[in-house]
């Protein structure tokens, strides 16, 4: 993209390319939304598992089925699917997600709780990891094919490929059982009166957790950094700068780093996605009480209110990472932002 | 292209003391006292580069960029390699700096003011005292200033006085430093390339076909800015395929051919109808140009990896005898220029 | 001056087997691959169904050579039950990626070829997919389904198609409209030779390497999802079903129970990837002179 000098777009232009650009996501995500609203509840209007069933639990036999006729009536499940969509769609467009069968309690507020409780797990990770990640990613990428590379790549591979539960496992046993360090689950000391809880208590139960899943995520975000350094390092510009005399660090901090930032910045928000599905599985490991427990929770007893809400508020999750990564692009690349006349 | 113009020993800038080539380079060169006028800068002798690629199945094969290339470039001249796409030429540049690509096999010898150019002495000596004009734009980064771009090659005083000076040398403005490479046209990306090379102060640059491209006057101005930069008393290496940009500015002509130097002569040799050059192959580019007869020879050159045993420009000869067949001619005196032919006069 | 080739070994064994270049080493890392997936798998088939039977008399046992990875609190062998397990996860796994990877031809073919929206309607379908966490889709795909295997095969192979639909799309465009396939229609060949020709050679390579590279990943989330308790009856010893089971005696200091499944599972899911990984490198005419 060569601007002749005379050539520069106005600035009137620009922000009409941004808010359309704004418009567009917006329109994707209600459209992605409400496809996903669709889908989810006709899935779930066809799945075997009786509501009623899953509400009442073990005593379904004591309940008479004029009882099962009430709950029904009450839980509005004995109309027709359409009528139930357009209503609980309406109750959405209102914020009112239903109510969880599980919790007896606002699927809004079982989210809202849960999810600050995840969000400190997950913040956890995504900064450890993200920063190792990368410092490992760089420096395998300036020592390819030497020992360092090989060590890490093989390291990271193996990583990669390890079950995140497992590695959870490994660790509880480990600190908790062996060692007695770190607490074996739970998100506060049991028994413990929520008054007397304090940040270290949560931080405590947070360690292991956090520690899984940043162990995890480095080798991704490591791999994915060490091959886009060395795609730079392969590039016309890299040549010419060594033709100039710059190496080693020298060279990676004139050059390289900047070049790769971007794309590494944008990796991270990007991998909202596999943050969340590792948060599921850490979260049974420790019994961790996050949204990713709640899911499972959900998943397991037919609690379909809970669940369709999660899957949405899921995807909103993803679809945020994604807009910030975009954002950022926007943001930061001079050749997006300097577009215009100097 | 003056001979007149040449810098005597005693003026010139170099901090090392101008043993001249004459004293390390092997006897048996020492004889072409002609090319001792000016200053050896740099000497390359019998260089060749392979490569290592896999044939169909698991072997490996390799492939002979450049073989037996003999070639000196004096201070205060300008040496034109000229020859056809994929005769090894950008490979030349990049291994005088010693950056080429880590599947390449290198032997030879390379001289460089006298002292053997060894990796270190590479190391050391890229972008101080030997400098690259890169052929592609996308040589600048694209997320840095043209400006800071230059002012990380200024090795000796101020880099924001330096890069000052040289812009203005070029017509560039102090917005253009402040632009991004996308932001910068052909011509202006160009010229930020060359004032890079040259703030690095370096005595030999190497222009690694500086003008496809090029708005005739823009190709103009970076020649006329190689001939100052000789007649300073650096040593240029201009590669090109442009035969009739490098007569113009150049002083002597290489002429390479699939891999290999095969003549060496004053720019001024080419003229008339060709008959003082010596190498058939030298004739016939001269011939081709369409200032003259516009008329090609057959064939092409030979592939990297089916290279003949002999000659290497014998499948294509009109003079070939079974003697060009069976043996590579080495590079010999003729005049006051170098051949690698056994019938050249 | 002499600047010669660097012997590239990537790993310490080579230094032994030093005439061997790159692309040799590469198949002989494929082949113990290849192996130790094999003997797995051997092992699963042919090991006896009565050493995973109950024996109270030989409960919780540690390591040792006659079980060699201990055995459960019912007295089952560790050993034959990871074993088992590991051939029904590799076998869900293989069904599960199978189907995504023709589901994926399909569709990246589809959007690449039969024009623009057919394309965007794809390409809104891959967003839809992606949009939500493989894990947390999953759980709802196995949820619907009730559970078992049909569940997670149906889940798996219903996460995992998007990404390689993106890749072989990329793959289709760039050929199609490349010159050499222009200049081939304009030579008058029929777009039958063109598919046969020109594109299936680039594609080929590209759907057995989307399946050996999609496979650990079916395999672990296949994993996962048993774990947490949507996948097989605990009557079929899958891997996810032994690693929750083993959760439950934790604290007990039974560490055999947990590590030993897991740790054959990632060597499973490792060499599954190097093989997929250095078929790539070979096949990949970008990286295969390296």
């Known amino acids: 993209m060569v601007l002749e000098t005379g050539q520069e777009r106005s600035l009137m232009m620009i922000r009409l390319e941004r808010v359309t650009w ?58 027709p699917p359409l009528e ?89 046993m480990v600190f908790s059982v062996w060692l007695g360090w770190f607490p074996v689950g739970l998100g506060v000391p049991a028994g413990q009166l929520s008054e007397d809880v304090t940040i270290w208590n949560r931080v405590n139960h947070l360690i292991l957790p956090a520690l899984t899943l940043s162990i995890i995520g480095v080798a991704n975000i490591a791999l994915h950094t060490r091959q886009k350094l060395i795609d730079v390092l392969k590039s016309d510009y890299i040549l010419f700068a060594r033709a100039k005399g710059k190496h080693g660090v020298q060279l990676l901090w004139q050059h390289g780093l900047r070049n790769i930032m971007l794309p590494a910045i944008t990796l991270q928000f990007a991998s909202f996605s596999e943050l969340f599905g590792g948060s599921v599985l850490a979260e049974q490991v420790f019994s961790y009480p996050g949204l990713g427990n709640a899911t499972v929770q959900a998943g397991l007893r037919g ?40 | ?53 896999y044939r169909t199945g698991l072997r490996q094969k390799t492939m002979a960029a450049v073989s037996n290339l003999n070639l000196s470039v004096a201070a205060g001249e300008i040496l034109a390699l000229v020859g056809s796409s994929g005769s090894g030429k950008s490979l030349l540049a990049h291994a005088i700096l010693g950056i080429l690509p880590s599947n390449a096999t290198m032997t030879g010898a390379l001289v460089f003011k006298g002292e053997p150019l060894t990796p270190e002495r590479q190391r050391a000596l890229r972008g101080r005292d030997m400098a690259l004009i890169p052929q592609t734009v996308n040589s600048l980064d694209p997320l840095m200033r043209a400006g800071a771009q230059v002012r990380t090659s200024v090795r000796n005083g101020k880099g924001r006085a330096v890069q000052k000076n040289m812009f203005e040398r070029f017509g560039l403005t102090s917005r253009d430093a402040r632009r991004y490479p996308f932001q910068l046209s052909g011509g202006m990306a160009r010229r930020v390339l060359v004032s890079s090379a040259l703030a690095s102060g370096a005595r030999l640059i190497i222009a690694d076909e500086p003008t496809p491209g090029l708005h005739h006057q823009v190709a103009q101005e970076t020649l006329t800015q190689l001939r100052e930069l000789a007649d300073q008393g ?42 003082l050059l010596r190498h058939p192959y030298s004739r016939a ?61 | 001056m002499n600047t010669s080739l660097t012997a590239r070994m990537p790993y310490p064994v080579m230094a032994f087997i030093p005439t061997l270049n790159r692309r040799q080493q590469t198949l002989l890392l494929m082949a113990m691959a290849a192996v130790v997936v094999g003997v797995m798998i051997a092992a699963g088939i042919l090991l006896d169904n009565d050493r995973i039977a109950t024996h109270f008399d030989q409960r919780n046992l540690a390591p040792s050579w006659n079980h060699l990875f201990g055995t459960d609190w019912l007295g089952r062998d560790m050993f034959t039950r990871t074993a088992k397990g590991l051939t029904v996860s590799i076998g869900i796994g ?34 839809l997919f992606l949009g939500v966490p493989h894990l947390v889709a999953l759980i709802l795909i196995a949820f619907v389904m009730g559970g078992g295997a049909k569940g997670v095969i149906v889940g798996v192979a219903c996460t995992h198609w998007p990404s390689l ?75 996810g079903v032994i690693l929750s089971e083993s959760m439950k005696y934790l604290a007990t200091g039974m560490w055999w129970l947990a590590f030993f499944p897991g740790l054959s599972l990632l060597v499973i899911v490792r060499s599954m990837d190097i093989i997929g990984d250095h078929l790539r490198q070979l096949t990949d005419p970008h990286s295969a002179h390296e």
């Not at chain 1, 999750?317 to 997006?336: Q, T």
């Not at chain 2, 050159?301 to 067949?325: H, I, M, N, V, W």
């Open chain 2, 234 to 275: 650096c040593a240029v290496m201009l590669i090109t395929h442009d035969m009739g940009t490098a007569l113009g500015v150049a002083d002597q002509i290489a002429v390479l051919y699939a891999g290999t130097v095969v003549e060496i002569c004053p720019s001024s040799d080419f003229k008339d109808q060709g008959h």
């Open chain 3, 94 to 127: 293989m069904i599960a990626s199978l189907a995504s990877v023709v589901i994926a031809m399909i569709l990246g073919l589809a959007s690449a070829t039969l024009g623009k929206t057919v394309d965007s309607a794809v390409s809104w379908l891959v967003d």
């Open chain 1, 303 to 342: 609690d379909l209110p809970l669940l369709l809400g999660i899957v949405l508020f899921s995807a909103l999750f993803v679809f945020s990472g994604n807009l910030m990564a975009d954002l950022i692009y926007l943001v930061v690349d001079p050749r997006i932002t300097e577009a215009t006349t100097l």
């Open chain 2, 285 to 345: 580019l001269w011939r081709a140009l369409p200032e003259n007869e516009f008329h090609p020879i057959s064939g092409s050159q030979p592939l990297q990896d089916y290279l003949p045993s002999g000659c290497l420009f014998e499948p294509r000869c009109e003079a070939g005898t079974s003697l060009c067949k069976n043996e590579r001619p080495e590079l010999r005196e003729l005049r006051s220029g170098k051949v690698r032919c056994v019938h050249a006069s």
């Open chain 1, 84 to 172: 139930r969509f357009v209503r609980w769609g309406r109750a959405l467009i209102h914020g009112d997600l239903g109510v969880s069968m599980i919790f007896r309690s606002p699927v809004r507020d079982v989210i809202k709780d849960r999810f600050a409780a995840s969000l400190a797990l997950m913040a956890a990770a995504w900064f450890f990891s993200g920063i190792i990640g990368f410092v490992m990613g760089v420096t395998a990428g300036m020592n390819q094919g030497r020992w360092l590379d090989r060590i890490l790549k093989w390291y990271c591979l193996t990583l990669a490929s390890t079950p995140t539960f497992w590695l959870g496992l490994l660790l509880v």
């Open chain 2, 1 to 53: 292209m003056n001979n007149n113009k040449r810098v005597p020993i005693h003026k010139m800038h170099c901090a090392d003391v101008p043993k001249g080539a004459r004293h390390a380079v092997p006897h048996y060169i020492s004889g072409w006292a002609f090319m001792m006028k000016g200053y050896d800068m740099l000497s390359i002798i019998d260089l060749s580069i392979s490569f290592t690629q």
């Open chain 3, 165 to 239: 639909t993106r890749l072989i799309r990329a793959e289709v465009l760039q050929i199609r409209f490349s010159e050499y396939v222009h200049v081939s229609k304009h030579m008058g060949r029929s777009r039958v030779f063109i598919a046969v020709r020109h594109v299936m050679p680039h594609l080929a390579p590209q759907f057995l390497v989307g399946i050996l590279l999609l496979f650990p990943h079916a395999i672990l989330h296949e994993a996962s999802i048993t774990f947490l308790g949507f996948g097989l009856s605990p009557h079929q010893p899958a891997i």
């Open chain 1, 22 to 79: 704004l418009t567009g996501k917006a329109l994707r995500i209600m459209t992605l939304l409400f496809a996903l609203c669709v889908i989810s509840f006709v899935l779930l209007s066809y799945s075997p598992i009786d509501p009623v069933q899953a509400y009442v639990g073990a005593d379904m036999m004591r309940v008479s089925s004029q009882q099962r006729e009430q709950i029904s009536e009450y839980w509005g499940l004995n109309k």
